[in-house]
């Protein structure tokens, strides 16, 4: 089994090389039919490779938007849900592809800070259950007009660093046991002072910006926000540094909720229920919080379906098709997108509707209600 396959037009093999190397150099096991074995069939390997591997990069070019061959194999990875989409020369997805979200890779050359390549790397770590591995501080070739590093000191500034930074560190060593031994003996009730500021001082230096530390069971996640971050996503981390663990993601235009806190890591809660901590700078909250359109009845089906609990006789006069728009304007009012083309047309034409997520949480009241119009939508009338 491979990590990733890679569909492309033989037309961009040169392109896709560097693709796949880069890929490869991220620690991930990859397939492109470069490797094509003599004595097998293209149509049997292609079909084996595709449903054995866990991604499929489909680099989309004039060229392979025209190939049969490349449409078929990106058809096959949508169906099993291992879509990563590319494009290399500001060529859009055809049809019906240009409805999922593609990183452009035209003005890539190899950066592993490059938005477009760090969405690549984003989806391979979601699809294959594991993060890139980091790129190695020699492999990333400098282009030959670059200066020379001026990170890097000079070998004499480096040797005369070294003895100066640890005479420091004695001085500093020698004044801390001076005051250390001249201090009076802590009381009992005081004794846990020096612990507490040991632990604050590890903090700090760990990170700068932590703020202090939010106990779960005061929390109240009230304000809706949204990412405003150029990359196009934000990692969510277990704690309140750059080098804690990362839990979750939010993309671009994604709502989640967080609060008023202080320090700049905040506390955020995604509708899946993933809560961790953003850097606040990349935090934009939506004018009114968490609180819904207050008037979404223009145009709904039933309009206080998201307050009360729904009885049979509320539902009766429905048609099928009437029953599922009601069951959607229930995710509509959270501002959900939707993967339906009619319903997302349906509920864009409404003048509460804002798309803001992929996903949505329902309330109790919502959920019983979404069962019951659910099933309305199966009964004849």
Request: glycine share 4%.
């Amino acid at each position: 089994m491979v990590d990733v396959f890679i569909s492309y037009s033989r037309d961009n093999k040169a392109r896709v090389a560097e693709i796949a190397n880069a890929v490869a150099a991220a620690g991930y096991d990859v397939w492109w039919d470069a490797e094509l074995p003599p004595h097998r069939s293209y149509g049997d390997v292609i079909t084996e490779k595709i449903g054995s591997a866990k991604a499929a990069i489909v680099v989309w070019s004039q060229t392979s938007a025209q190939s049969e061959w490349v449409r078929a194999e990106a058809d096959v990875a949508r169906n099993q849900k291992k879509l990563v989409q590319t494009s290399i020369d500001d060529v859009m997805p055809p049809l019906p592809f240009n409805q999922i979200q593609f990183a452009e890779l035209a003005d890539w050359n190899g950066e592993p800070d490059h938005r477009g390549w760090r969405k690549v790397l984003m989806s391979l770590e979601d699809l294959c259950g594991r993060e890139a591995a980091p790129v190695a501080a020699s492999q990333p070739a400098p282009p030959k007009s670059a200066p020379v590093d001026r990170q890097d000191p000079p070998p004499a500034r480096k040797s005369s660093f070294l003895p100066r930074a640890l005479l420091g560190l004695a001085v500093v060593a020698v004044a801390l046991l001076a005051w250390k031994l001249l201090q009076p003996s802590p009381s009992p009730a005081t004794a846990v002072a020096p612990a507490k500021v040991a632990a604050t001082t590890a903090s700090k230096e760990t990170d700068k910006s932590a703020a202090p530390t939010i106990t779960p069971s005061a929390e109240a996640f009230t304000l809706a926000a949204v990412i405003d971050d150029p990359d196009g996503f934000t990692n969510i981390r277990s704690g309140q540094s750059t080098k804690a663990a990362i839990i979750g993601k939010v993309l671009e235009g994604e709502k989640f909720l967080t609060y008023q806190q202080p320090g700049s890591w905040w506390r955020v809660r995604k509708a899946d229920g993933t809560t961790g901590y953003m850097f606040r700078k990349y935090i934009r909250l939506i004018e009114g919080g968490a609180t819904p359109p207050t008037d979404t009845s223009k145009g709904a089906i039933i309009a206080d379906s998201s307050k009360r609990v729904l009885t049979a006789a509320d539902v009766a006069g429905l048609t099928p098709e009437q029953a599922r728009l009601a069951r959607n304007e229930i995710f509509a009012r959270h501002g959900l997108r939707f993967k339906d083309p009619s319903l997302q047309a349906y509920f864009t034409s409404l003048p509460w509707y804002r798309p803001t997520s992929d996903s949505v949480a329902l309330s109790a009241v919502e959920k019983a209600n979404v069962a019951l119009l659910q099933s309305a939508e199966t009964v004849p009338q």
